[in-house]
C-alpha cells in the first residue's frame, strides 16, 4: 500500500511540476506559444551497456550475495540486502564486501553487523533469551487463543441448557420427522 501511494504522489507530483513549468513559461512570454520537447533518442549503443562488475573476483561477489541474502535491508525491512535498491543497501554491501575482502568469515560479518545494527539486521535471528518473544511468542499467542476459547465454549454450554420437551412438543417432532 504504502509502495501504491508513493507512486500516485510521485505522478501527481510530476503533472504538477510539468503544470507548473508550463504556466511559468507562459508568464515570462505570454505571447510567444510554449513548446516542450524530447530530448532527442540516445544512439542504441548507448542503450546497449554492459553492468560494470562491482568486484573483480565472482567468487567474491558468489559470497557477497550468499551473505546478503541472510541479511534484512534496514530501510525496506521486508528485503534483503541483496534485493534492495536502497541506497543504504548499496553502503552495507560495501562495507560486507570490504569485510570479505580483508578475509572475514561469514559469520564474523554477521556478527560484526549484528553488534552494529542489532540483530534486526538477521532474516533469521538467532534464537538467544533476548529473541525468545521473536521464535516463540506467536506459539504462546496461539495456545494462549486456544485456551481462552475452549474456556468461552465451556461456559457457553454450560449456561444454554436444554429445554426439556412436553410429551405434546415431542409427539409433534415425531410426527414432523416421519413426514
Not at 542504441?44 to 541479511?71: G, N
Not at 534485493?83 to 554491501?93: C, I, K, Q, V, Y
Not at 560495501?94 to 564474523?108: A, F, N, Y
Request: hydrophobic share 45%; proline share 7%; charged share 25%.
Amino acid at each position: 500500500m504504502t509502495y501504491v501511494f508513493s507512486l500516485k504522489f510521485g505522478l501527481v507530483s510530476a503533472v504538477v511540476a510539468m503544470c507548473a513549468m508550463t504556466v511559468s513559461a507562459q508568464v515570462v512570454s505570454p505571447q510567444a506559444p510554449v513548446q516542450i520537447s524530447a530530448p532527442a533518442p540516445a544512439p542504441a549503443s548507448d542503450l546497449i551497456r554492459e553492468a560494470a562488475p562491482l568486484a573483480d573476483d565472482p567468487k567474491l561477489e558468489a559470497r557477497l550475495v550468499d551473505i546478503s541474502q541472510e541479511l534484512r535491508c534496514l530501510v525496506c525491512q521486508n528485503e534483503s540486502l541483496a534485493s534492495s535498491h536502497a541506497e543504504l543497501a548499496d553502503d552495507l554491501r560495501r562495507e560486507v564486501r570490504d569485510l570479505i575482502r580483508q578475509g572475514k568469515t561469514d559469520q564474523e560479518v554477521k556478527d560484526f553487523l549484528v553488534a552494529r545494527y542489532g540483530d534486526f539486521v538477521l532474516y533469521r535471528p538467532e534464537v538467544k533469551p533476548l529473541t525468545w518473544v521473536l521464535w516463540f511468542g506467536p506459539f504462546l499467542l496461539l495456545l494462549v487463543a486456544a485456551v481462552l476459547m475452549g474456556v468461552y465454549l465451556r461456559q457457553r454450554r454450560q449456561q444454554v441448557q436444554p429445554a426439556p420437551l412436553s410429551d405434546a412438543d415431542r409427539a409433534r417432532a415425531q410426527k414432523i420427522l416421519k413426514a
